[in-house]
Structure formats: C-alpha cells, structure tokens
C-alpha cells in the first residue's frame, strides 16, 4: 500500500457522496422539467444547452487543469497561476459568450427565442469562472471545498424550478432563466469559499501566463474530444432529427449518468492526487482503482435498469417511456467509459493530456460518422449505439496506451484480484 493511495478511499467516498446528492437533487429538477415542459419542450431545454457545453471546452483553453498541474507541482506561486487563471477565463468568458450566441443564432433560430440565445450564452461565461476555481481547489487537495462548490448550486436550481413548476410559469424559458441564476449564485459562492482559504490573491506574470497557456491548449483540445463525444449526440440529433426524440434521449442521458457517480468520483481525486505525487508510486493504486470501478459498474448494471423500467413511465410520464430502450443502447458503453474515464484522469493529473488527443479525437470523428449514418434510419437509438460503440473504443484505447506508457497489463485494468480487498481496506 503506497503512501500516494493512503486516504484514496476517503476521499473518493467524499466525492461520491456529494456527487450522488447532487444527481438526487438534479433528478428531482429533471421530473419537474420533464413534467413542466413535456417532451418536446424538454427537447427544446436540451438543445439550446448543449452549444454552451460543447464550446466550454474549447473556451476554457484547458486552464483549469493546467491551474491544477501547475498548484499541485509547485510550478509557480500561487498568486501568479490564479492571476494567469482569471485572466485567461475573463477573456475567454466574454469572447465564448457572443459564439455560444452566434451558434445558437445560426443553427436554432427556428426553436429558439432571442431571450432564450442570450441567457443561455450567459451560462459559458459563468461555468468557466466556477470551474477555474475548482481547479484551484483541485490542485490543493482541497477535495471538501470542491464538493461545497457543487451541492449548493443544485438546490438552488431546485429551488428556483419549484417555485416556478408548482406556480404554473416553468417554461423553457423559466427553466434557462433557473440555470443561469443557480450558476451565477454558485460562482459568487466559490469566490467566497476561496477567500475563506486564504488562497485569493492575484498576481499576473508573463512568464507564468504562456506556459500555462501552452499546456492549456492541449488540456482544452483534449477535453474538447471528450466532451464532443458525449454531448455531440444531442446537437447532431438536434439537425437530424426532431424535439421529441432528443427529449428522450437527453432524459436517458440524464438518467444514465447515474450510473457515472462512482467512476466521476473516482476521477476527480486521482487527478488531484496525480497532479501532486512526484513518483511513480500511484500507477499501482491507478490499475487497481480501474478495475474495481470497472468490475462495481458491473455489478450495478442490472439494479439500474429495473430502477429505471419502473421510474421512467410513472414518474416522468408514458411520452417518455421510449426513454427506457435508449437506456438499453447506452448501457454497455455507460460501463466501459467508467476504465477511460480512469485512465485519462491519471495522465491528464499527470499533465499529459496529449497522450489521449489522438485517440479522443479519432473516436470523436467515429462518433460523428455514426451518428449521422444511424440517426436518419434508427433516430435517437442509433445515437445511443454510437455512443456505445464510441466508448467502447476509447476504453480499449485508454488501456493500451496505459500498457505502452506505464508498462501495465491490460487483464490487471480489467480483472479484480483478491488484493484489491486489502487495499480499500487500508485506505
């Protein structure tokens, strides 16, 4: 048991526990959206969020990561990161505001209203500023600020969509109205908690800032891959298709990362324990993590489908039970991405984000290929088979380039072993 895995468990339960109060929260809002808006409606909420998605990666250049590399290895003061961090995201909030409106303006005009464009753009700006913050807090190892700038966020939002569900006025645009305000409110309150930390101080230097930049760049363009390959779904069934189906889908995606808590909990500390061990001593603990969240995501497969065949049609209602066969379709790669996910968080932690550009963005292109092959004959079904079959390829990929990078067997990424019941006991 190395010294780098001594409190993993801890911290990992921490996180999972906050993510998973978080989805409960969010799944209260996702009912009272579905009900308020109804399928069509909700398709319409779907679609106009997935631009600001989509360009947060590119626009946040990758410095959140780079800020948390950079904290974690002691590359730079303090002061001088956050001052380069804040910089760059004011910059880039105010530049990928007016794109997320020109993309919404271009591409869905039709459905969408101006109030809707210009509040939904607003979101780019203030999930980059929250986002910089966390990686502050990520690079410290500070995994208990991190969770109190996620929680709180979602009851808000909660909140706020109540009020308006139970008075009669949720629409769409009420709903966009509701996410903004929860972000904006999340953001002054992470401003807070970095305060309260002694860490808010500023200081800008050039030589800080391009380096960081560089590195960020290839964090951005990374992440980018990533995140095309999970929202590229609802945007290109958005042109190929019709509200309703992306209504369910989106429902589905919603639900299906349920089953994501235990893998994204587990990928928020490795990058942060990565980004601060100075050894090779945590490539142990990575292999064994892997493939025990592997092997528990396995074991939650079956629960989660009779959990969602008996919650979709009561709760949400019978126009959202096509929800459940999309959920079939999804599942294998929802488990797959769960050794990805693991595996890119250990080198992305270890500022080596370029080791899975090549394979995120061929697998990003594969997607795209078979979303547009799919979706006109198999509508939103097909994209959940190209998301499967998308994850499924980046899972293979992660473990072969661990194997040629840090010498590991594929079978120990994916096989549990008796040992790994004394690991999580001594953490």
């Known amino acids: ?25 969010g799944l209260v809002g996702t009912i009272l959206i579905a009900r308020g808006l109804g399928v069509e409606g909700r398709g319409i909420y779907a679609a106009l969020l997935v631009y600001p998605s989509l360009l947060i990666a590119l626009t946040e250049g990758g410095m959140r990561q780079a800020a948390m590399h950079y904290i974690g290895k002691n590359k730079a003061p303090d002061a001088e990161i956050i001052g380069t961090l ?45 986002n910089a913050i966390k990686g502050v807090f990520l690079g410290k190892e500070r995994i208990k600020q991190f969770n109190k ?15 308006f569900y139970f008075s009669g006025n949720l629409n769409v645009t009420t709903a966009i109205f509701a996410t903004l305000g929860a972000a904006v409110f999340n953001l002054f309150q992470a401003l807070l908690f970095l305060r309260n930390s002694n860490t808010l101080s500023f200081k800008f230097s050039v030589q800080t800032f391009f380096p960081m930049f560089k590195i960020g760049l290839v964090y951005a363009l990374a992440f980018f891959f990533i995140t095309a390959n999970y929202r590229i779904d609802i945007l290109l069934l958005s042109w190929l298709s019709n509200p309703v189906e992306i209504g369910q889908y989106a429902l589905a995606v919603q639900l299906g990362e349920l089953m994501w808590q235990l893998p994204g909990a587990v990928l928020i500390v490795l990058m942060s324990k990565t980004a601060n061990s100075h050894d090779k001593s945590i490539i142990n603990d990575v292999v064994k993590t892997t ?29 959202f039970a096509g929800s459940f066969e999309i959920i079939l379709f999804l599942l294998p790669g929802l488990i797959v991405a769960s050794v990805f996910k693991t595996i890119n968080a250990y080198f992305a932690g270890q500022g080596k984000p370029h080791v899975t550009i090549y394979l995120m963005g061929g697998v990003a292109g594969l997607n795209v290929s078979l979303n547009y092959a799919l979706i006109p004959i198999y509508g939103a079904i097909g994209a959940g088979v190209a998301t499967t079959i998308s994850y499924i390829v980046s899972a293979l990929g992660c473990c072969l380039l661990m194997s040629r990078y840090e010498d590991v067997g594929i079978k120990s990424l994916i096989i549990p072993s008796i040992s790994d019941i004394q690991f999580f006991r001594n953490n």
């Open 291 to 319: 493939r025990i969240t592997f092997f528990l995501m396995l074991l939650s497969a079956l629960p989660f489908i009779g959990f969602c065949y008996f919650l979709i049609t009561p709760v949400f209602g019978i126009e």
């Open 86 to 130: 804040f910089t760059y995201t004011l910059i880039a909030g105010i530049g990928g505001y007016f794109a997320v409106y020109w993309l919404q303006f271009q591409f869905g005009q039709d459905q969408f209203t101006q109030v809707m464009m210009l509040v939904a753009a607003a979101m780019l700006p203030a999930t980059l500023a929250v």
């Open 149 to 163: 700038a996620s929680w709180v966020q979602k009851i808000l939002f909660v909140f706020i969509i109540s009020v």
């Open 1 to 25: 048991m190395s010294d780098v895995g001594r409190g993993l468990l801890k911290n990992i339960s921490s996180v999972l526990i906050t993510k998973v109060i978080v989805l409960l929260l």
